[in-house]
């Protein structure tokens, strides 16, 4: 049932962007592109962003985890030089 | 995560052992500030494609000055090369704070190189008549370099206190780690600008 609703509302969304066309921003094709074109990179950058962000976070959490797991076996101290 | 919130969680689990800094608060608040400086800046870009695309001719219009494109890339060149130089005094901290003295001033001075020569491009335009009220070209190619020269002008502030610190022989990984993000980041928008602006 929510799947068909989902795929029910998809439709509607793709049928009703060719009613944005009428738009006066998007009166020629390259117009068109280029609305295309920036509407995807104004929706992609900022996930790129957060996601590279997360991505990096975890990344250096696990190699500090690692470190300090190596050093605590050891026995020394856990170096905290973040140059 | 931050050093103060690996600290919490150590304190919340009963952890009495030291762990390793994650990253700085500096640098986690340099990079959020980034991701925001970027949305901006990504938003004059697709605004300027957009009204560019609506023109429906050749750009810049007729009758409108034409843009530098030979002196600039001179200018991307210089910036670029600071951006190296930036990178090589990032290497050179980790020996110690004085062994980067010498690239962060390269870097400082190509920073300082690209900023004049662009004031000098733009007091060149403005006698050739292209202004911020002239037309849509005019418009954005103030705002959008602009704002890129306030960033440049920010950055190099940021590199003059790092350049300061080492100077004195201080050790603020911290502060040399946000300015270098932050310069990292004004070297590397610049080409996109140059290429969508100028070309």
């Known amino acids: 049932m929510r799947a068909g609703l989902g795929a029910a509302l998809?439709?509607?969304?793709l049928l009703a962007a060719h009613a944005a066309h009428a738009d006066q921003v998007c009166e020629s094709p390259e117009t068109q592109a280029?609305?295309?074109?920036?509407?995807?990179f104004m929706s992609l950058t900022p996930l790129a962003l957060i996601g590279g962000l997360i991505v990096a976070?975890?990344?250096?959490?696990?190699?500090?985890e690692r470190a300090h797991e190596l050093f605590a076996a050891d026995g020394s101290a856990a170096p905290t030089d973040e140059r | 995560m931050t050093t103060s919130a690996v600290a919490g969680m150590e304190r919340a689990s009963g952890e009495q052992t030291r762990r390793p800094n994650v990253?700085?608060?500096?640098v986690a608040g340099?990079?959020?500030f980034i991701v925001a400086e970027v949305m901006f800046f990504a938003a004059f870009i697709s605004a300027f494609t957009i009204d560019r695309?609506?023109?429906r001719g050749p750009w810049p219009p007729p009758g409108q000055p034409r843009l530098p494109i030979e002196a600039t890339a001179i200018n991307t060149f210089a910036l670029l090369a600071s951006g190296v130089a930036m990178y090589l005094a990032a290497r050179a901290y980790r020996r110690g704070p004085s062994a980067a003295r010498a690239?962060?001033?390269?870097?400082?001075?190509l920073g300082a190189f690209f900023l004049v020569s662009?004031?000098?491009?733009?007091?060149?335009?403005?006698?050739?008549?292209?202004?911020?009220r002239t037309s849509l070209h005019g418009s954005f190619f103030y705002l959008i370099v602009g704002a890129h020269g306030l960033h440049v002008l920010s950055g190099l502030v940021a590199l003059a206190l790092a350049y300061a610190s080492v100077q004195r022989g201080k050790d603020a990984p911290g502060l040399f780690a946000a300015a270098k993000l932050f310069w990292y980041f004004v070297v590397l928008l610049w080409p996109a600008l140059y290429l969508r602006v100028y070309w």
Do not use: D, Y
Request: charged letters at 15%; aromatic letters at 4%.
């Open chain 1, 10 to 13: 998809a439709a509607v969304v």
């Open chain 2, 30 to 32: 340099m990079l959020i």
């Open chain 2, 118 to 132: 662009q004031g000098r491009e733009w007091v060149e335009l403005i006698g050739q008549g292209l202004t911020l």
């Open chain 1, 57 to 64: 976070a975890v990344r250096r959490m696990r190699a500090a």
């Open chain 1, 34 to 40: 280029a609305f295309v074109k920036m509407t995807a």
């Open chain 2, 103 to 109: 690239p962060l001033l390269a870097s400082l001075a």
């Open chain 2, 53 to 55: 695309a609506q023109e």
């Open chain 2, 23 to 26: 990253a700085p608060n500096a």
